[in-house]
């Protein structure tokens, strides 16, 4: 698989655009926080894929339009969530801690957004871990791994072979948002689909499950700015 940066001028606009070939049979298009993706089969050439922008052009603009601005560097002050909550970010603290208001950084505060990251995947191994064996032991299914992921694509997966993944990003939002998402992931484990049977268990698990998706909807491109 080879990735490639392009530009096209279209609509008296620059347009970015990164081309990923793969063994897929059409093309696709993506759009997250690093832009415009479009994924090209192997044999269909580059001038394909201006055509399918081009075709797609509003489309396009639209969803780039809606994305987030990309955050800024973190600061003494700064605010950042947690498990939903909003906190107070310190920024060079002699060790890392939480409180109920704050979050206190250990470190150099010119890394803060690094060690931010860290301590975010740190703390989303075991939370997940402990609300996936839990969930997993009241809907009688066991995944074979509870992995991280840093997909801006997606905020979890479940694999045939039965791991599951979880989008560290999560640790910023409400744990029954999490909650859902793990519920979602281990219900692949029983229908690797989106079939109405895949829905009634993730809704005999989490009947409010449509206004947590809605919460992700609404709130995930804040979160996806880290």
Same mark, same amino acid.
Request: with cysteine.
């Given at each position: 698989?080879a990735?490639?940066r392009?530009?096209?001028?279209?609509?008296?606009r620059?347009?970015?655009?990164s081309?990923?070939?793969?063994?897929?049979r059409?093309?696709?298009?993506?759009?997250?926080?690093?832009?415009?993706?479009?994924? *090209?089969?192997?044999?269909?050439?580059?001038?394909?894929?201006?055509?399918v922008?081009?075709?797609?052009?509003?489309?396009?603009? #639209?969803?780039?339009?809606?994305?987030?601005?990309?955050?800024?560097? *973190?600061?003494?002050?700064?605010?950042?969530?947690?498990?939903?909550?909003?906190?107070? !970010?310190?920024?060079?603290?002699?060790?890392?801690?939480?409180?109920e208001?704050?979050?206190w950084?250990?470190?150099?505060?010119?890394?803060?957004?690094?060690?931010?990251?860290?301590? *975010?995947?740190?703390?989303?191994r075991?939370?997940?871990?402990e #609300?996936?064996?839990?969930?997993?032991? #009241?809907?009688?299914?066991?995944?074979?791994r509870?992995?991280?992921?840093?997909?801006?694509?997606?905020?979890?997966?479940?694999?045939?072979?039965?791991?599951i993944r979880?989008?560290?990003?999560?640790?910023?939002?409400?744990?029954?948002?999490?909650d859902?998402?793990?519920?979602?992931?281990?219900?692949? *484990?029983?229908?690797?689909?989106?079939?109405?049977?895949?829905?009634?268990?993730?809704?005999?698990a989490c009947?409010?499950?449509?206004?947590?998706?809605?919460?992700?909807r609404?709130n995930?491109?804040e979160? !996806?700015?880290?």
């Amino acid at each position: 698989m080879a990735a490639g940066r392009h530009c096209v001028q279209l609509a008296g606009r620059a347009l970015e655009y990164s081309v990923v070939r793969s063994q897929r049979r059409s093309i696709g298009l993506k759009i997250d926080a690093q832009g415009l993706t479009v994924q *090209l089969p192997l044999r269909v050439p580059l001038t394909e894929a201006e055509a399918v922008i081009q075709r797609k052009l509003a489309w396009i603009m #639209r969803h780039l339009d809606a994305l987030p601005p990309p955050r800024g560097a *973190l600061d003494d002050g700064s605010q950042v969530a947690w498990l939903g909550q909003p906190r107070l !970010l310190r920024l060079g603290a002699a060790r890392t801690r939480l409180t109920e208001t704050e979050l206190w950084l250990q470190g150099d505060t010119a890394r803060a957004d690094e060690a931010l990251v860290r301590l *975010l995947q740190r703390s989303a191994r075991s939370h997940f871990a402990e #609300r996936t064996a839990l969930w997993a032991g #009241r809907m009688g299914l066991a995944p074979r791994r509870v992995l991280l992921t840093s997909a801006r694509g997606r905020w979890g997966s479940c694999s045939a072979n039965g791991d599951i993944r979880l989008n560290w990003r999560l640790m910023q939002a409400p744990p029954e948002v999490i909650d859902y998402v793990v519920i979602h992931e281990l219900a692949h *484990l029983a229908e690797l689909n989106h079939s109405a049977r895949f829905w009634a268990l993730v809704e005999q698990a989490c009947p409010d499950w449509r206004q947590l998706r809605a919460w992700l909807r609404l709130n995930g491109g804040e979160l !996806l700015r880290l």
